[in-house]
């Protein structure tokens, strides 16, 4: 669930890899998007099924969180919403035997939208959230077992472990079981530093994600191991706390509200191309200069062009990447162009006119057709029929999934497009599967 007040909220992926971008972010609006508002729904849903035992079928057809401050009028749960969170029902069903069978005689408690606070150990009040569910194993006092579950239920797929990242977990699930170990593993009234031994067997973090293939990944590991990353990520929330915390690029840019593609003032990824272009890193452009000035490095990359076709494919690789962080400079140089223009400043060159028009009916729907239905034409002429389409058909309300499968099955053909040149990660050269393998050696129980 979307997390507002928390300034290092652990669902924010960007502050542990770029520090700048909590200040840099800060002045713009934090508003939720659709996608994110529809997805509340499903987890309000969750929320609401687990706290009171009953499966999601039993609220479709209902409307839910009505008067929520993302959605007033709530979520109307329909069968394709409560099919989605089921899944992820299901699953903890299935944990719940599971941890039985592996921890006879012990209390199993499930945990919905329960806080996390993983910067209280450290000494910080700004890096909280709330995680969807947690399973805990006990016996008496002593906790044996952990595992934290957060559902996702948009189609973007999201890692639990990778190991070329920097902080190996994906540092939401990470702050989240690292705030559920706290009570376990720190010390004092205030349980933070030192941290101690734990009668911990191990930890589960999970993704379910309906929406992707497939739909539950999980990374069992160690308690040290979660402790590890903490303290990784608590040296990254210090780093935030600097006045001149540094802006990084990188993958996590793409939803930053500063970054350049959405209207942003950030001009980091432009930097850092910029300083590729003038380092030897990529002194293939011009090996005869050491690319250091800023008019040798500018002059380099113009004459790079004219070798185009002697360039190696990794050249060629490291020369593309600098297209996307140079145009999106070029759009904020547009949008203050733009703004500079509104406000009454000239800008030699540059001027606000009219886009282009289109004609459009000046009175109401009900007047025009009763206008065309006077010039004799047919019912069908003033409002054009036209099929629907598959796409249209999966968001109807008035079909069951099981009758939209059926639909799809027999009726729907999948047409690929058009081969394309197209960007993809460095390392795919082996199966699409492999990328995202996330099976790790099997966790012993003690």
């Known amino acids: 669930m979307r997390e507002l007040h928390a300034r290092l909220s652990p669902s924010n992926h960007r502050w542990p890899h770029c520090p700048g971008s909590v200040k840099a972010e800060s002045g713009y609006e934090d508003s939720a998007g659709e996608a994110a508002i529809d997805g509340t729904g499903s987890h309000l849903l969750l929320e609401m099924c687990l706290k009171n035992g009953v499966l999601a079928s039993a609220y479709v057809g209902q409307v839910i ?21 089921q899944q992820c029902l299901d699953y903890i069903r ?16 499930i945990e919905a939208e329960s806080k996390s606070d993983p910067g209280g150990a450290f000494g910080r009040d700004d890096w909280h959230g709330t995680c969807d569910v947690t399973i805990i194993v006990t016996n008496g006092a002593k906790a044996l077992f952990i595992e934290t579950i957060d559902y996702k239920d948009g189609r973007g797929f999201v890692t639990v472990y990778r190991e070329n990242s920097q902080f190996k977990l994906n540092t939401q699930l990470a702050s989240y079981m690292f705030g559920k170990l706290r009570d376990h593993v720190a010390s004092g009234p205030e349980r933070v530093r030192p941290f101690v031994p734990t009668d911990l067997t191990g930890c589960r973090l999970t993704i379910v994600q309906p929406k992707t293939n497939p739909t539950v990944r999980k990374y069992d590991c160690r308690p040290e191991f979660v402790i590890a990353v903490a303290e990784d990520l608590a040296a990254a929330a210090n780093k935030t706390d600097q006045p001149d915390a540094p802006l990084i690029a990188g993958d996590h840019c793409q939803w930053c509200k500063a970054s350049p593609k ?8 432009v930097r850092q191309s ?46 593309s990447e600098i297209e996307a962080s140079l145009m999106a400079s070029f759009d904020q140089v547009r949008n203050e162009i733009e703004r500079r223009i509104k406000d009454g400043e000239h800008v030699p060159g540059w001027a606000i006119k009219p886009g282009n028009g289109k004609y459009v009916w000046n009175a109401d729907e009900e007047a025009i057709a009763a206008a065309l239905k006077s010039r004799r034409l047919k019912k069908d002429e003033i409002y054009p029929a036209k099929l629907i389409s598959p796409a249209q058909v999966e968001k109807l309300s008035n079909l069951t999934t099981t009758q939209k499968e059926k639909i799809r099955k027999d009726y729907v053909t999948y047409l690929e497009g058009s081969d394309k040149l197209t960007m ?17 050696a099997p966790l012993t129980f003690l």
């Not at 390392?427 to 393998?437: G, L, P, R, T, Y």
């Open 424 to 440: 993809v990660a460095h390392d795919e050269k082996k199966d699409v599967k492999s990328i995202f393998d996330e099976s790790p």
């Open 65 to 85: 969180g009505v008067n929520h401050e993302d959605s007033p009028n709530g979520w109307m749960v329909q069968d394709d919403r409560a099919a989605r969170v």
């Open 94 to 109: 299935s944990r719940y035997e599971e941890l039985a069978e592996q921890f006879p005689g012990s209390d199993i408690s």
């Open 262 to 269: 959405r209207g942003g003032h950030c001009t980091a990824g």
């Open 274 to 319: 910029m300083e590729n272009i003038m380092s030897k890193d990529i002194s293939f452009i011009d090996s005869s200069t050491d690319l250091v000035p800023l008019d040798t490095g500018v002059n380099a990359l113009i004459s790079s062009f004219d070798r185009v076709a002697e360039m190696s494919g990794e050249e060629l690789s490291k020369l």
